[in-house]
C-alpha cells in the first residue's frame, strides 16, 4: 500500500528531536508509515537512523511527537511500547548466543499469553524459514551471519509485531543473502506486517521499499516513492554511485 490521503498512518512522527545528553542528534524529524506498508529509511553512517530508532523505541528521551494506533508513545516506557507491538531487530542482531535457536524465538513471545497462537507462530517461522527448523537445537550464536539474521527477525515476528523495525538488516551480508532476506521481509509484508527498514545500503532499501525518507545529520532530506528516490539525481548521486 502506498500512502494514501485517506488512509491514517499506523505510525505518525511529528517534528521529532532526540540525542544524547546535550547533543542533539535528531532535528525535527518528521514521518508517516501506513498499515502494512514497507518504508525504507536510508542514509549513511552517522545520519541518526539508530537514534530514531532508539527514540521510537523509547530508549531515548525526545520531544514532539509519535503516535501509533492513535497513542501518544512520547513518555512511555520501552515494555509499554514494545506491548503495543512496536518491536525492533537490533543493528547486530544481538541474539542469546549461548541458547539455541528456538529458545531465541521463544524469547521473542515471552509476554504474550496466547499459548496455541504462540505455538502456530513457531511453525510457521519454520515454514518461512526452513534453515531455522534445521538448527533449532543448534546454539545461535554458531551460526552464518545470514542465519544469525533470520533467527533475529524470527524472533521479533514472534512477539507478533504490529510494526517492525530492522537495523541494518544486510550488515555484514554477502549480497544474495541481503537479497534473499528481503524476499522474505516481502512476504511478511504481504501478510499483514507493516515494515520499517532501516538500512546504508540504499539500492536494497529502495528496490524493496514501497516508499522511503532519506536522513542527513539527523534531518529528513529527501522523501516519497521508492522508485521516484531511486531515480532522482541528488540520491543517486549522493548514496547509489551514479
Ligand atoms: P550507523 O548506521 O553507523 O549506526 P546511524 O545513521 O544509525 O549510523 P546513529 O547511530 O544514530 O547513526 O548515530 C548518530 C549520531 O549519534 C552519531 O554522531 C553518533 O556518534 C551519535 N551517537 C550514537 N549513539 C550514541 C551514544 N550512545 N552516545 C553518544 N552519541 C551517540
Redesign the pocket.
Known sequence: MSAQANVIPLLKVDNLSAG?GE?L?LHGVSLEIYPAEMVALV?S???????LLRALSGMLPCSGSIVMNGRELVGAMPDQIFGMGLVQVP?GRQLFDRMTVQDNLLMGSYRRQDKAAVARDLDKMYDIFPRLKERRRQLAGSMSGGEQQMCAIARALMAAPVLMMID?MSLGLAPVVAQQLMDVLAAIQQDGVTVLLVE?DVQLALSGASRGYV?ENGRIVHSGAAKTLIDDPAVQQAYLGL
Open positions: 544524547y547533543m542528534v542514509g553512517n552517522g545520519a541518526g537512523k539508530t537514534t543493528e541494518e546504508q536522513m
